[in-house]
């Protein structure tokens, strides 16, 4: 897959090659150094933590794409008692809808999963300010808890819609002590195509922590470039929680954020 932006990550919503985006090249010995792996050792119980993530769908006349998740952050009535969803994705899963494709949100229910329209509100697409806010009106959705911080070799789940249809989580690793203000966060942990903009949560509280920005690969190199084939690190990039709250209030929607947080919303 051709990447739009040499060092960016991997997009992870798969059907619309030219936007994907890469972290790394590197020669695949290097690569193998780099490649982390997430604990499997006893991690809490993650039920819960894949209610609050929704698929993100593109479509034009009927046809997808591009996908990538999404994660609920507000639940409200609004106007004449509709039931509003406030989402929250990485920015680059929304940039096909500027050539005309249709925003489809679908939100797990009781009943399996509704499909709904989904209105972009607000959309920036760079490496260091990734984010996209959506609103939805569906019959029911879930808020997430959001969390403020990670000490260093916490573990989490990385929760989104890796296969279209299902919602997928995945153990993690905090690798290494973030940053204060840092624009993303790597995390030991293997995500695939369709993840991007799903959630991070702390393995211990189920509080959300960041966002899934892309993935790590590793491509064999020679001395006349790319020899061919390529693999997943085993590494995520992650947009942390802070950065969101900061783009969020630029906007002026990090109240959203505030209702997250207090488990409002039904």
């Known amino acids: 897959m051709q990447a739009s932006r040499p060092g960016g990550a991997r997009a992870g919503h798969g059907l619309l090659q030219g936007a994907s985006r890469r972290l790394a090249w590197l020669p695949l010995a290097l690569g193998f150094l780099l490649c982390g792996h997430a604990r499997h050792g006893n991690l809490p119980d993650y039920s819960g933590v894949d209610q609050a993530v929704v ?3 593109l479509e034009r006349q009927g046809s997808t794409v591009a996908r990538g998740s999404g994660v609920v952050l507000a639940s409200r009535e609004e106007g004449a008692g509709e039931h ?13 809808a500027g050539g005309g494709a249709d925003i489809v949100v679908v939100v797990p229910d009781e009943d ?3 499909r709904a329209p989904g209105e972009l509100l607000y959309q920036v697409d760079a490496e260091d300010r990734d984010l996209a806010i959506v609103r939805a009106v569906a019959p029911t959705c879930r808020p997430v808890r959001v969390g403020q911080w990670l000490e260093p070799g916490a573990d989490v789940w990385l929760a989104g819609f890796g296969s279209r249809g299902a919602a997928h989580v995945w153990p993690g690793h905090l690798r290494e002590t973030p940053a204060p203000g840092a624009a993303r966060w790597t995390v030991d942990g293997l995500v695939t195509e369709g993840a991007s903009g799903g959630g991070v949560f702390d393995a211990r ?3 959300l922590v960041g966002l ?3 993935y790590w690969i ?9 020899i061919g084939g390529e693999g997943v690190a085993g590494t995520s990039a992650v947009i942390p929680m802070a950065r969101v709250r900061a ?4 906007w002026g929607l990090d109240g959203l954020l505030d209702d997250a947080a207090s488990g409002g919303g039904r």
């Open 212 to 214: 899934i920005q892309g």
């Open 247 to 250: 783009i969020l209030r630029e």
């Open 55 to 57: 698929e993100i769908v």
């Open 218 to 226: 590793a491509r064999l190199l020679g001395p006349r470039g790319w």
């Open 84 to 96: 509003v969803c406030y989402l929250v994705t990485v920015g680059h899963v929304l940039t096909p």
């Open 205 to 207: 509280s189920g509080e």
């Open 112 to 114: 399996g999963q509704h």
